[in-house]
């Protein structure tokens, strides 16, 4: 088990839910953890609730379709604690709609948020990592990147895509002590339901697959699959976790 003590997380995507829980696992531990997200207060909330665990908590206001903002957030966690030893790439949106609605516009948030920012986050840190030749990339993708539902065609485009980034960032650095995971949660009691706006979508999900008979995840347990995947030893490296409510088929 490694001493967290003297290592540091950071999180995007950590004002709510898998993000929030997250940070709080680290912060358990005596990580020092950057939280990320757009929601400041939100973030200032959580680093108050956190304050008197053993870890350090820093807020890093960020919007991950900037990629200024993002090699801003990393140049900051370098600035203040010199390293970066974890990166957990879990901003993400689902607002689903069927095609012939043309949300377009939901379309191109989805490409910049589940996308460009899992892409801006990789190219902020990876030089960074391959220097110490040392680090840990993480990356929310869904079983929605492994199989499509109605409704679903562009979010499950993107988690696909964000698996297949990750699948090569791993190629790419066999060899080093950069290790890469990818983290596919089933359904989880967060807020990303709550950016669909398409009401034959919702519907359609609601009744599609028995929401109403399946426990759903909480936040914690998507961390500790993340807490998991981070612990193991040097020569292991743990690609993809899927994880998934057992009433979930």
């Known amino acids: 088990m490694k001493n967290w003590s003297e290592r540091t997380v950071v999180i995007t995507g950590a004002s709510s839910g898998i ?27 959580l680093q108050s609730r956190l304050k008197d665990l053993p870890g350090d908590i820093s ?14 957030l990393i140049k900051f966690t370098l600035d203040k604690y010199g390293q970066v030893d974890v990166l957990f790439n879990n901003a993400g949106l689902m607002p689903l709609s069927f095609l012939k609605n043309k949300k377009v516009d939901e379309w191109d948030k989805m490409v910049d948020v589940n996308i460009k920012g899992v892409l801006y986050g990789i190219g902020a840190v990876l030089p960074h990592m391959l220097e110490r030749n040392e680090g840990h990339i993480l990356t929310t993708s ?14 499950c485009g993107t988690k696909f895509a964000a ?16 290790r890469t995971t990818s983290i596919s949660p089933g359904i989880v009691d967060t807020e990303l339901t709550d950016s669909i706006t398409d009401e034959e979508a919702m519907n359609m999900l609601k009744k599609g697959i028995g929401l ?19 612990n193991q030893p040097e020569h292991v490296d743990v690609n993809e976790v899927i994880v998934r409510p057992n009433r979930q088929g």
Do not use: C, W
């Not at 991950?64 to 993002?70: E, G």
């Not at 869904?142 to 539902?149: K, L, N, Q, R, T």
């Not at 109403?212 to 981070?230: F, H, R, S």
């Open 163 to 178: 698996r297949v980034i990750m699948e090569g960032l791993g190629k790419e650095t066999a060899g080093s002590n950069v």
């Open 59 to 72: 807020v890093k206001p960020t919007d991950v379709t900037s990629q200024q903002d993002v090699e801003d």
């Open 19 to 45: 993000g929030e829980a997250t940070a709080a696992r680290f912060a358990e531990e005596g990580a020092n953890v950057v939280v990320a997200a757009r929601r400041k207060e939100r973030l200032e909330d």
């Open 142 to 155: 869904s079983i929605a990147g492994h199989e499509v539902m109605p409704a679903g065609a562009v979010y």
């Open 212 to 230: 109403d008979q399946i426990t759903p995840l909480q936040g914690k347990d998507i961390a500790e699959a993340v807490y998991y995947a981070v």
